[in-house]
Structure formats: structure tokens, C-alpha cells
């Protein structure tokens, strides 16, 4: 690609990023407007193109950013409903202990509540990867890696490097950067190292190829909702397998 096709390609991505938040904060508008109160759900993706003269994608992703902040929520072959949080006024005050600090500043976090975290955002991931029709010839590939992988510190980075391509598969920007967000913030709380070949390992090892297994089938099918449930129970497992006495040792308290 020419300097010329990406400072072109930079710039649409620019537009689209700004074009989705605008459309996003204008359907809160919206709604706190009481203008879909009578039916209690936004119209369909194709309508809502049209009346902003933008691709569907970018109104999908205005909507992937309206439910991650708990504003709507999206049920297949139903429609995109509005949640009672979408018709508060404002936001809640910021909490000034983590206003203006930097990521690295933050405090250390814990351990169950990075996995909770995670799993409100994966879940969404993996649901708007199926929505965005991906293949999966990469994650598939990454599951076969960690599969047979008898090292912990690989099975940690193949892990981080799956969630990853399955955010990308998402094809939202925002998603992207807050996954990777969360991984860094699970970095900084992340178990010690679990002895190779360990039986804590190998249950880490094959709970995550199977789990993952699952979700990826779901993404291909274009299933969302089974995405998104297959992603929510593989950090139920994960939590369940870190609160396990065969592992309890491994993981900070």
C-alpha cells in the first residue's frame, strides 16, 4: 500500500470513527427524547443507514457502542432493545481517584475482578465477531498452538494473542483498544508462573482450547447470541478453575 492509500485509508478511518460516537450520542439523545419509548427499541440497522446516509457497519458500531455501555441491548431476530440505564440523566460523577491517571498509574488490580471485567467485554467481542461474518482461519489456527503448547508462559501469550484476533474479527475500533487495554491491566495482576506440565497447566491449557473451540464454532455460524454466552461461560470456567484448590496456589489471593 502507497504513503498516499494509507494517509486515504487513515482518513476515512478517521471520519467513520467520529461519524459512529456522533451517531451514537445522537440515538441517546434520542431516546432520553422518549421518541422510540412506545415500541422500546431502536429501528433495524438498514433503517437507521438510511436516515444518517452511512454504511451499515458504521451504525453497527455505533450500536456495539451504545450496548458495551449497557445502553441497548441487541436480541437476534428481535431487534436492539433500549435498557432502563439509556433514560438516566448524565453520566455518574468520575471517581477522582481515577481521574486524570495515566493506565500505568492506576491502582493494581484484582485478580476475580479483571476476569469479571474481561468477561463483560469478550463476550460483546464475540458476539459482534459473528455479527461481522468472521472466517476464523486465524483463530483456529492459534487454537491448534495453544492446544499442544507444554509451555505456561506461551499458553498466556497465545491466549492474549486469540482474544486479540478475535477482537480485530469484530471489526470495531473501540473494541480492539479495550481489549487490549484489559490485557495489559491483566498482565499486571497475572498468576505466578504455573510449573510446566503442572496439572494446574494442563487444566488452564485445555479448558482454554475448548472453550475457545466453542466460540469460534459460534462466530463462523454467525450465531451472536451463542457467541456470546459460549465466551461468558468460558471466564465462568476460568473463574471456577482459579478458586479450585489445584490451582489456588497459582494465582494471587
Known amino acids: 500500500m502507497s504513503n498516499e492509500e494509507m494517509a486515504s485509508e487513515e482518513l476515512r478511518t478517521q ?4 461519524a459512529y460516537q456522533i451517531i451514537g450520542q ?5 431516546i432520553r427524547s422518549g421518541e422510540f419509548h412506545a415500541t422500546g427499541k431502536l429501528p433495524t440497522e438498514r433503517e437507521l443507514a438510511e436516515v444518517y446516509s452511512v454504511g451499515r457497519a458504521v451504525i453497527r458500531d455505533a450500536l456495539v457502542m451504545l450496548e458495551v455501555k449497557g445502553l441497548v441491548q441487541s436480541r437476534q431476530g428481535s431487534g436492539i432493545y433500549i435498557t432502563k440505564t439509556a433514560y ?4 455518574p460523577e468520575r471517581n477522582e481517584e481515577f481521574a486524570d491517571r495515566p493506565l500505568s498509574e492506576a491502582p493494581a488490580p484484582k485478580w476475580l475482578d479483571i476476569l469479571h471485567a474481561q ?3 469478550e463476550s460483546h467481542i464475540a458476539k459482534q465477531a459473528a455479527l461481522a461474518g468472521a472466517d476464523g482461519l486465524w483463530l483456529e ?9 507444554a509451555s505456561a508462559a506461551e499458553l498466556y ?9 478475535l477482537a480485530q474479527a469484530s471489526r470495531n475500533t473501540e473494541l480492539m483498544w479495550l481489549s487490549q487495554q484489559m490485557w495489559e491491566r491483566r498482565a499486571q495482576a497475572s498468576a505466578a508462573h504455573l510449573p510446566n506440565d503442572s496439572p494446574p497447566f494442563l487444566a488452564l491449557r485445555n479448558l482454554c482450547a475448548g472453550d475457545h473451540k466453542r466460540t469460534l464454532d459460534a462466530v463462523r455460524k454467525g450465531d451472536s447470541d451463542r457467541a456470546y454466552y459460549a465466551m461468558w461461560h468460558h471466564f465462568e470456567n476460568l473463574k471456577t478453575l482459579y478458586k479450585s484448590e489445584t490451582i489456588a496456589l497459582s494465582v494471587p489471593s
Open 141 to 149: 489456527d492459534l487454537i491448534e498452538r495453544l492446544r499442544l503448547t
Open 88 to 91: 438516566a440523566e448524565g453520566w
Open 26 to 30: 445522537s440515538l441517546l439523545q434520542r
Open 15 to 18: 471520519r467513520d470513527l467520529r
Open 119 to 121: 468477561q463483560c467485554l
Open 157 to 165: 501469550r497465545l491466549d492474549g494473542q486469540w482474544h486479540s484476533a
